[in-house]
Protein backbone atom coordinates (compact mmCIF):
# COMPACT_ATOMS: atom_id res chain seq x y z
CA UNK A 1 0.00 0.00 0.00
CA UNK A 2 1.28 3.70 -0.75
CA UNK A 3 1.70 6.56 1.54
CA UNK A 4 -1.91 8.42 2.31
CA UNK A 5 -1.67 12.03 1.42
CA UNK A 6 -4.75 14.24 2.74
CA UNK A 7 -5.83 17.69 2.38
CA UNK A 8 -4.01 19.87 5.13
CA UNK A 9 -6.07 21.74 7.64
CA UNK A 10 -5.59 24.80 9.83
CA UNK A 11 -4.24 22.70 12.63
CA UNK A 12 -1.48 21.81 10.65
CA UNK A 13 -0.16 25.76 9.81
CA UNK A 14 2.82 25.36 11.68
CA UNK A 15 3.85 22.21 10.86
CA UNK A 16 3.64 23.39 7.29
CA UNK A 17 5.45 26.36 8.40
CA UNK A 18 8.42 23.90 9.91
CA UNK A 19 8.43 22.13 6.64
CA UNK A 20 8.96 25.14 4.70
CA UNK A 21 11.92 25.90 6.92
CA UNK A 22 13.61 22.61 6.35
CA UNK A 23 12.50 23.19 2.53
CA UNK A 24 13.96 26.94 2.50
CA UNK A 25 17.28 25.79 4.26
CA UNK A 26 18.17 23.81 1.63
CA UNK A 27 19.27 26.99 -0.78
CA UNK A 28 21.23 27.86 2.55
CA UNK A 29 21.13 29.90 6.21
CA UNK A 30 18.27 31.30 6.88
CA UNK A 31 19.46 34.50 8.74
CA UNK A 32 16.13 35.95 9.60
CA UNK A 33 13.22 34.03 11.09
CA UNK A 34 10.60 36.81 11.47
CA UNK A 35 8.96 35.55 8.40
CA UNK A 36 7.17 32.03 10.39
CA UNK A 37 4.60 34.16 11.73
CA UNK A 38 2.97 35.71 8.95
CA UNK A 39 3.60 32.47 7.08
CA UNK A 40 2.12 30.47 10.04
CA UNK A 41 -0.68 32.84 9.68
CA UNK A 42 -1.06 32.81 6.01
CA UNK A 43 -1.41 29.28 6.10
CA UNK A 44 -4.35 29.38 8.87
CA UNK A 45 -6.19 31.80 6.75
CA UNK A 46 -6.39 30.18 3.66
CA UNK A 47 -6.43 26.73 5.33
CA UNK A 48 -9.43 27.41 7.10
CA UNK A 49 -11.54 27.80 3.47
CA UNK A 50 -11.05 24.33 2.38
CA UNK A 51 -12.27 25.29 -1.34
CA UNK A 52 -10.31 28.28 -1.59
CA UNK A 53 -7.27 28.65 -4.29
CA UNK A 54 -4.24 27.86 -2.14
CA UNK A 55 -4.45 24.34 -0.43
CA UNK A 56 -1.82 22.22 1.07
CA UNK A 57 -1.58 18.40 0.93
CA UNK A 58 0.48 16.61 3.55
CA UNK A 59 1.78 12.99 4.51
CA UNK A 60 1.45 12.71 8.77
CA UNK A 61 4.68 11.33 10.10
CA UNK A 62 4.26 7.43 10.80
CA UNK A 63 4.57 6.52 14.91
CA UNK A 64 4.55 10.25 15.15
CA UNK A 65 0.82 12.46 16.17
CA UNK A 66 1.04 15.94 14.69
CA UNK A 67 4.14 15.78 12.83
CA UNK A 68 4.25 16.05 9.37
CA UNK A 69 6.72 14.02 6.78
CA UNK A 70 5.70 16.39 4.02
CA UNK A 71 3.50 18.57 2.23
CA UNK A 72 2.56 20.04 -1.18
CA UNK A 73 1.15 23.63 -1.66
CA UNK A 74 -0.97 24.12 -4.42
CA UNK A 75 -2.47 27.81 -5.68
CA UNK A 76 -4.91 28.56 -8.20
CA UNK A 77 -4.13 31.75 -10.27
CA UNK A 78 -6.39 33.18 -12.79
CA UNK A 79 -4.86 34.50 -15.45
CA UNK A 80 -6.01 36.06 -18.98
CA UNK A 81 -7.89 33.07 -21.46
CA UNK A 82 -5.82 32.38 -24.55
CA UNK A 83 -5.78 29.61 -26.84
CA UNK A 84 -3.89 26.66 -25.29
CA UNK A 85 -5.67 27.52 -21.95
CA UNK A 86 -9.57 28.63 -22.88
CA UNK A 87 -10.35 29.26 -18.84
CA UNK A 88 -7.44 31.01 -17.57
CA UNK A 89 -6.74 28.73 -14.63
CA UNK A 90 -3.19 27.89 -13.84
CA UNK A 91 -1.68 26.34 -10.80
CA UNK A 92 1.18 26.45 -9.35
CA UNK A 93 3.03 23.71 -7.11
CA UNK A 94 5.12 25.42 -4.47
CA UNK A 95 7.00 24.75 -1.14
CA UNK A 96 7.16 20.60 -1.49
CA UNK A 97 8.90 19.68 1.80
CA UNK A 98 9.85 16.22 3.21
CA UNK A 99 10.91 16.07 6.81
CA UNK A 100 14.75 14.89 6.14
CA UNK A 101 13.81 11.37 8.43
CA UNK A 102 11.30 10.71 5.76
CA UNK A 103 13.24 11.13 2.36
CA UNK A 104 13.35 8.35 0.00
CA UNK A 105 10.41 6.84 0.86
CA UNK A 106 7.75 8.12 -1.31
CA UNK A 107 6.40 11.08 0.78
CA UNK A 108 7.08 13.93 -1.70
CA UNK A 109 5.25 11.53 -4.73
CA UNK A 110 2.15 11.42 -2.63
CA UNK A 111 2.04 14.69 -1.29
CA UNK A 112 2.89 16.17 -5.29
CA UNK A 113 0.09 13.70 -6.88
CA UNK A 114 -2.54 14.78 -3.97
CA UNK A 115 -1.55 18.46 -4.80
CA UNK A 116 -2.28 17.83 -8.90
CA UNK A 117 -5.23 15.42 -8.36
CA UNK A 118 -6.79 18.54 -6.53
CA UNK A 119 -5.72 21.15 -9.42
CA UNK A 120 -7.35 18.60 -11.75
CA UNK A 121 -10.45 18.43 -9.73
CA UNK A 122 -10.88 21.90 -9.97
CA UNK A 123 -10.42 22.40 -13.90
CA UNK A 124 -6.89 23.45 -13.85
CA UNK A 125 -5.53 22.93 -17.02
CA UNK A 126 -1.76 23.95 -16.68
CA UNK A 127 -0.07 23.75 -13.43
CA UNK A 128 3.81 25.59 -13.19
CA UNK A 129 6.44 24.70 -10.21
CA UNK A 130 10.11 25.64 -10.06
CA UNK A 131 12.33 21.91 -9.74
CA UNK A 132 15.09 22.08 -7.47
CA UNK A 133 18.10 19.26 -8.08
CA UNK A 134 16.96 16.85 -5.60
CA UNK A 135 12.85 16.61 -7.19
CA UNK A 136 13.65 17.18 -10.86
CA UNK A 137 13.16 13.76 -11.59
CA UNK A 138 9.91 13.32 -9.83
CA UNK A 139 8.70 16.08 -11.17
CA UNK A 140 9.92 14.85 -15.35
CA UNK A 141 8.55 11.87 -14.01
CA UNK A 142 4.77 13.52 -13.43
CA UNK A 143 4.81 14.91 -16.70
CA UNK A 144 6.64 18.77 -16.06
CA UNK A 145 8.95 19.74 -18.37
CA UNK A 146 10.93 23.25 -19.52
CA UNK A 147 7.55 25.38 -20.90
CA UNK A 148 8.34 27.93 -23.82
CA UNK A 149 9.98 30.72 -23.64
CA UNK A 150 12.52 31.84 -21.08
CA UNK A 151 11.76 32.24 -17.66
CA UNK A 152 12.51 35.43 -15.62
CA UNK A 153 12.06 36.83 -12.47
CA UNK A 154 12.42 40.38 -11.08
CA UNK A 155 12.75 41.36 -7.62
CA UNK A 156 10.53 44.91 -6.86
CA UNK A 157 12.18 46.82 -3.91
CA UNK A 158 10.48 46.16 -0.87
CA UNK A 159 7.99 48.51 0.23
CA UNK A 160 7.42 47.83 3.84
Known sequence: MGIAARQAVVSDAEELTR????????????????????????????????????????????????????????VIQQR???PANWTGQTGYILSVATDPRFR??????AVVVATLDWLRARGVPRVDLHASDQGESLYRDLGFHEPRGIALTAWLPNQR
Open 19 to 74: LREVMISTFGPIPDHSWREPCVAAFRTALADPAGPLQAFVTDAPDQPGMLAACSVG
Open 80 to 82: LPG
Open 104 to 109: RQGHAR
